[in-house]
Structure formats: C-alpha cells, structure tokens
Nanobody, 118 residues
Framework: QVQLVESGGGLVQAGGSLRLSCAAS????????MGWFRQAPGKEREFVAV???????GYAESAKGRFTISRDNAKSTVYLQMNSLKPEDTAVYYC????????????WGQGTQVTVSS
C-alpha cells in the first residue's frame, strides 16, 4: 500500500475552479492506477475519474467536459482540475490507488473538502 495525502480543497463559487492534488509515498507510483472519488453528505462514495498505470483516463458522466485528471510520475502526484464547478459538486474528495497486480483500490487518502456555493 501507499500513503496518500490530498490537498487543494476549499470554498469556491459556482462556475469557479479548483485543482486538487494527491501526493503518494511508500510505493512505486507509476505502477498504480490513481482514482478520484467523492462523497457528498448523506450519499455513498462515487467514482469521479481515473488515470491508469498504462496511461488511460476515464471519467464519470458528471465530470466529463469539466474535470481533468493528470499525473506526474516524477512527483508521485495525481491532480484533478475541476472547472465550471456546481453546487452539486460539493463533497469530500478522496484519491485512491489501485496496484497494477490487483486493479483494486487498496489505499485511500484522508479526503479534502470541496464546497461550491451558489
């Protein structure tokens, strides 16, 4: 497992932007697929975006066209650029790591709060 620390959350007005970062340590970062998830109050955690170890990306429908996931293997960091934010994007955002061998997310960060005001 790797240790993950998210940062970059905050309060933003609707239509604004934020960039989340997730720094990893303790593993071979390039061999992990890195995902972003979020959990809004009273709701289950949901998938937002993924950047696989092989270079592929994927997005939830709610994120397509507004969010961009990227990674810097040299810095062991994954990013989530969020544009055109909406109040319904308000949630705690988590990054997670899935090792190439299993493909299952087995490491999670502590989360960072994103609040979008209307």
């Amino acid at each position: 497992q790797v240790q993950l620390v998210e940062s970059g959350g905050g309060l933003v007005q609707a239509g604004g932007s934020l960039r989340l970062s997730c720094a990893a340590s303790g593993g071979t970062f390039s061999s992990y697929s890195m995902g972003w998830f979020r959990q809004a109050p009273g709701k289950e955690r949901e998938f937002v975006a993924v950047f696989t170890w092989s270079g592929g990306t994927g997005y939830a429908e709610s994120a397509k066209g507004r969010f961009t996931i990227s990674r810097d293997n040299a810095k062991s960091t994954v990013y989530l650029q969020m544009n055109s934010l909406k109040p319904e994007d308000t949630a705690v955002y988590y990054c997670a790591a899935a090792p190439r061998a299993s493909g299952k997310y087995d490491s999670w960060g502590q989360g960072t709060q994103v609040t979008v005001s209307s």
